[in-house]
């Protein structure tokens, strides 16, 4: 039976329907429906905390109805409810979880809270071809920038973890210095492309020495002094940001190639908003038809988030028997590696 997954970590309210379909679980996404506050925040240059949820609570139970008559389906064909548990901003995370709670007692179905950043790795497996484990999955979002080793499903070791800012924090903040509207790190992104290779150079941090962790807030600065001193003209601006583009993306690559060898792995995932970089998908893909490995990216709505990861994370787990008690309890912070492995019976 479908599973509707919901997604309330942070400023985005995501909802998926999706039946469970061992072998090819893309195949069984029924319907998705995503609502972004970004403009809500965009005024205050960040996200608002108590803002964020109070319009997860306007936005929630209209986005269900949507993805249920997209579907076409009613509330009793629902065979659970998977939400978002943490990590995130704890106001935003209550009103899923309290949602999804609620709609599981009344419908006599379980329910089930997903951790954010399984549900990110997990989300190359709503492609066709999916990775299977074990893997090593490259998780660089808005708060994480993470190297895991996934021996199983649930199995989760941190190879490399930031010591500062994260990979998409990076890009957000960087964008900022510059002048670039809210949310930065795709509108650098864009503004790159125009950039001259070369123009400029940043260093590639922390891989002069033996290592998986990251430290992108160095490089921040390196753009902070070089945008002062430079005549800020548009290209300029164009070229910095290319260099910095350059300059994650190059550092992403080093460390994706190291965590390969150490781990014995042939398969890489990538996951989270900056997965949907485009020069960061090509690197990736040049590199694993060079060194022979295989990388898997999910569709670019996929990267960053979305209900439709949490939904195939709560059924993977639901199939797996996994149960919870029905206290609604969220987990601002949570570390991945302490999750439950999913029963290695289960049909995947
Ligand atoms: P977390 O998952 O760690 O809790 P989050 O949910 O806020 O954080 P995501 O939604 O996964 O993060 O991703 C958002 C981040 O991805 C932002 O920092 C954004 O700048 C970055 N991002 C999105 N698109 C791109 C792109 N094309 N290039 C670089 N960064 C991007
Ligand atoms: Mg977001
Ligand atoms: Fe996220």
Known sequence: ???????????????????????????????????????????????????????????????????????????????????????????????????????????????????????????????????????????????????????????????GDTLDDAAGEAFDKTAKLMGLPYPGGPALALLAEQGRPGAFRFSRPMTDRPGLDFSFSGLKTQVLLAWRQSDQSEQTRADIARAFEDAVVDTLLIKCRRSLDVSGARQLVIAGGVGANKRLRAALSDAAAKDGFRVYFPRLEFCTDNGAMIALAGAIRLAGGQQQDETVQVFPRWDLQTLQSVSETADI
Request: aromatic letters at 4%.
């Open 1 to 159: 039976k479908p599973v509707l997954g919901i997604e309330t970590s942070c400023d985005e309210t995501g909802v998926a329907l999706l039946r469970w379909e061992p072998g090819q679980p893309g195949r069984g996404l029924l319907a998705h429906t995503l609502y972004s506050q970004i403009k809500l925040h965009a005024e205050y240059g960040g996200v608002v905390p108590e803002l964020a949820s109070r319009d997860h609570v306007r936005k929630l139970l209209p986005l269900v109805r949507e993805a249920m008559a997209e579907a076409g389906l009613t509330p009793q064909d629902l065979g659970g409810v998977a939400y978002t548990a943490g990590p995130g901003l704890v106001g935003a995370l209550l009103v899923g979880a309290a949602a999804a709670r609620a709609m599981a007692w009344a419908l006599g179905v379980p329910a089930i809270g997903i951790h954010h950043m399984e549900g990110h790795l997990l989300a190359p497996l709503l492609e066709n071809d999916p990775p299977s484990p074990p893997f090593v999955a490259l998780l660089v979002s808005g708060g994480h920038s993470m190297l895991v080793e996934v021996k199983a499903i649930g199995e989760y070791r941190i190879l």
